[in-house]
Antibody, heavy 118, light 108 residues
Framework: EVKLQQSGDELVRPGASVKMSCKAS????????MHWVKQSPGQGLEWIGT????????SYNQKFKGKATLTADKSSNTAYMELSRLTSEDSAVYYC???????????WGQGVMVTVSS | AIVLNQSPSSIIASQGEKVTITCRAS???????LHWYQQKPGAFPKLVIY???YRASGVPSRFSGSGSGTSYSFTISRVEAEDVATYYC?????????FGAGTKLELK
């Protein structure tokens, strides 16, 4: 069974950074890319970027360049996303989603709620 | 960026009714790269239809999709109570991958 287990919700101060994880199980981690998606409160979905763990290659939505950094640890089957210089605009739920063929998100994590507040 | 215009933004339907959602792209997309997701309140999105017309594993046959080029549609042939959710189309054809604004399905 494919599972993506994300780390816990975060409360962070403005200007700080946060790093969240997405641990994959039930498939060969390096066989698939991993998407990251943002959902602001009561809003729709925004693609942040994608990492290919096999070759450590990333692609980003231009909007999130400099904001999000995607990494992956093949030894632990875990993908990470770090968000920097946080503002209230970054308060949202962040999802990881396994990238199947044609850039589809075929399996999703449960999401990490990030709240930026002083 | 390819903009996906999804309509309607909300639907109120009766159980057993047929509902259709459309997704129009600002540029042509290969049908392989157009997907549909279901998001129930408080839950993560779930893939329903991939590559325009293929049902994801375990998805009931009342869900279907069609389309090509810039015009795509998603249909629930007979709405059930468990289908109450917001539905999103998504394109993976060009960076940035984008989603429609969503269609909220409610029961009458």
């Amino acid at each position: 069974e494919v599972k993506l287990q994300q780390s816990g919700d975060e409360l962070v101060r403005p200007g700080a950074s946060v790093k969240m994880s997405c641990k994959a199980s039930g498939y060969t981690f390096t066989d698939y890319a991993m998407h990251w998606v943002k959902q602001s409160p009561g809003q729709g979905l925004e693609w942040i970027g994608t990492i290919i763990p096999l070759i450590d290659t990333t692609s980003y939505n231009q909007k999130f360049k400099g904001k999000a950094t995607l990494t992956a640890d093949k030894s632990s089957n875990t993908a990470y996303m770090e968000l920097s210089r946080l503002t209230s605009e970054d308060s949202a739920v962040y999802y990881c989603a396994r990238s199947g063929d044609w850039e589809v998100g075929d399996y999703w994590g449960q999401g990490v709620m990030v709240t930026v507040s002083s | 960026a390819i903009v996906l215009n999804q309509s309607p933004s909300s639907i109120i339907a009766s159980q057993g009714e047929k509902v259709t959602i459309t997704c129009r792209a600002s540029s042509s997309i290969s049908s392989n790269y157009l997907h549909w997701y279901q998001q129930k309140p408080g839950a993560f999105p779930k893939l329903v239809i991939y590559s325009t017309s293929y049902r994801a594993s375990g998805v009931p046959s009342r869900f279907s999709g069609s389309g090509s080029g810039t015009s795509y549609s998603f249909t629930i042939s007979r709405v059930e109570a468990e289908d109450v959710a917001t539905y999103y189309c998504q394109q993976g054809s060009s960076n940035p991958y984008t989603f429609g604004a969503g269609t909220k399905l409610e029961l009458k």
